[in-house]
């Protein structure tokens, strides 16, 4: 039985995971080689913006269950089984990077070297099929001079999401287990038994390979239901009285179908599914296969910029000369993640013309200014971000946005019209001033302009 857990990699992924088992009676240690972040992490501060996770990781500091470290000698004579949560970034084509995980598995195996005991890996990072039984196994075993059965080795991928991080650690819907060998995967099942006690989810047993798969083709199926929406949303917008909204609501009553992840915007955007995508396709790519659908949902997202800019163009009769506002920076309300934005994408595109962008986001306005720089100017408050501009776009759905009307529109822009990339509004609310939607039929909108 296992009670000590490691935690390495203290991000979006590791750091609400080793808060969430400090806080259900095990003893974790999480270990970053940032210094930084871990001086932060020990006074009590998140690095990252992730709801719930302040407040725990005061909670489990203070109770002595969670401590953290540099130090990888620290962490395996203080844990008996470690999660690796290390990023898996891309290459410029699109592959992944392993370089964090070959480095953090070669240290953690030279390090077992030197200690007498049982150790169980648990690869939590997100990996091209074929890595952990290849790559990880060869590494750990040529570095710790161990052999399966001397420690044991699980692909175990994440289904969070960011900002949900931790309502989906205690709620998962499915735990995947690819376990190397028997013990391996008893013991695992066994620290998810504990930590979910009596709500514990459904479990499939797998290999490495499955698992490595599943989490692969979970998130390009989720991206594809996303740019099958917005192929719909860019017909809709060419068809008269035609709503995405409405359309996505019939087919997602379908059970078959389902809802979720079927509303239409400027597309997938994040530190996952651009990244899992582009990787998956050169996956199918080694194997010689060419993945076409993953080609095409790729397309349709980049599209959606276009599209984007095309029907802000349409709306305000050119943008040349225009002031602009961006409401939201973050690539989804809830998180201050600017990676892979496509607000930020939205804003890049706008400014190869002769306009100026203000911005405002309620949590993202420093990790953009990292990418934006003094392109653009940073608005602290929504009024400040309308004031004397031409047209308003909302880039991401933040609920504080929801408030935003036609009479605070007028009173703040010089002229009031408002683009909704993320159908947060009713149109019905808009018909005074300029409004135009993505997946919002041709003849309504144009009906609606004054
Ligand atoms: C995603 C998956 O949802 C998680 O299950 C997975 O664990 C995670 O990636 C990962 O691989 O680590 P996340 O990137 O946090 O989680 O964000 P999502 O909520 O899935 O949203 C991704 C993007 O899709 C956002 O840009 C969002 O705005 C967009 N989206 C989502 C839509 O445009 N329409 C939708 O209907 C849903």
């Keep these: 039985m296992i009670n000590r857990i490691g935690v390495v990699g203290l991000g979006y992924v590791g750091l609400p995971l080793a808060c969430a088992f400090a806080s259900k009676f095990f003893k974790v240690i999480g270990l970053d080689t940032d210094s930084e972040k871990i001086e932060l992490i020990k006074k ?30 620290e962490m395996i004579e203080e844990s008996d089984a470690c999660f690796v949560c290390v990023g898996t970034p891309s290459n ?17 195996g030279e390090t077992l070297r030197w200690v007498d005991k049982y150790f169980l890996l648990i690869i939590r990072s997100t990996i091209p099929p074929g890595t952990t039984s290849n790559l990880i196994k060869n590494i750990l075993e040529e570095r710790s001079g161990k052999k399966l059965g001397q420690y ?17 650690i205690f709620n998962p819907d499915r735990i995947i287990i690819g376990a190397i060998d028997e013990k391996s995967r008893e013991l695992l099942l066994d620290i998810y038994k504990r930590f979910h006690g009596e709500s514990m989810p459904p479990v499939l047993i797998t290999s490495p390979i499955n698992a490595e798969l599943i ?9 594809t239901k996303i740019s099958f929406i917005n192929m719909i949303s860019q017909l809709c917008q060419r068809l008269p009285n035609a709503d995405v909204k409405v359309v996505a609501d019939g087919i997602g009553m379908d059970k078959r179908i389902g809802r979720e992840f079927l509303d239409a915007g400027l597309g997938w955007g994040g530190s996952c599914f651009p990244k899992d995508v ?23 997202n980049e599209s959606q910029i276009e599209n984007a800019v ?40 706008l400014l190869k013309y002769d306009v100026e962008i203000r911005v405002h986001d309620p949590k993202a306005l420093e990790k953009a200014k990292k990418i934006l720089g003094d392109g653009v100017t940073y608005c602290k408050t929504i009024e400040e971000c309308l004031t004397s501009s031409d047209l308003c776009i909302l880039a991401t759905e933040w609920p504080e946005y929801k408030e935003l009307n036609q009479e605070l529109l007028r009173k703040y822009m010089r002229n009031p019209a408002l683009l909704d990339c993320r159908r947060l509004y009713d149109p019905e609310g808009f018909k005074e001033i300029k409004f135009a939607a993505i997946g919002l039929g041709l003849r309504e909108m144009k009906s609606m302009r004054v």
């Design 44 to 73: 009590g501060e998140t690095p990252i913006h992730e709801e719930g996770l302040q407040e725990l990781l005061k909670k489990v500091l203070e109770e002595g269950s969670l401590k953290v470290t540099s130090s990888y000698r």
């Design 278 to 300: 582009k990787a998956f396709l050169k996956f199918g790519e080694e194997m010689g296969l060419r993945l076409k659908l993953v080609e095409s949902i790729i397309e349709i």
């Design 152 to 168: 044991g080795l699980c692909f175990n991928p994440e289904f969070l999401r960011e900002g949900r991080a931790l309502h989906d």
């Design 215 to 223: 989490k692969y083709a979970s998130n390009v199926f989720l991206a």
């Design 92 to 108: 410029p084509d699109g592959s992944v990077d392993l370089r964090y995980i070959k480095e953090a598995v070669e240290i953690i």
């Design 310 to 349: 095309k029907l802000a163009k349409e709306l305000v009769g050119g943008l040349n000369g225009k002031r602009i506002s961006i409401l939201g920076l973050a690539f989804k309300p809830g998180t201050d993640d600017v990676r892979e934005s496509r607000a930020i994408r939205l804003i890049e595109e």
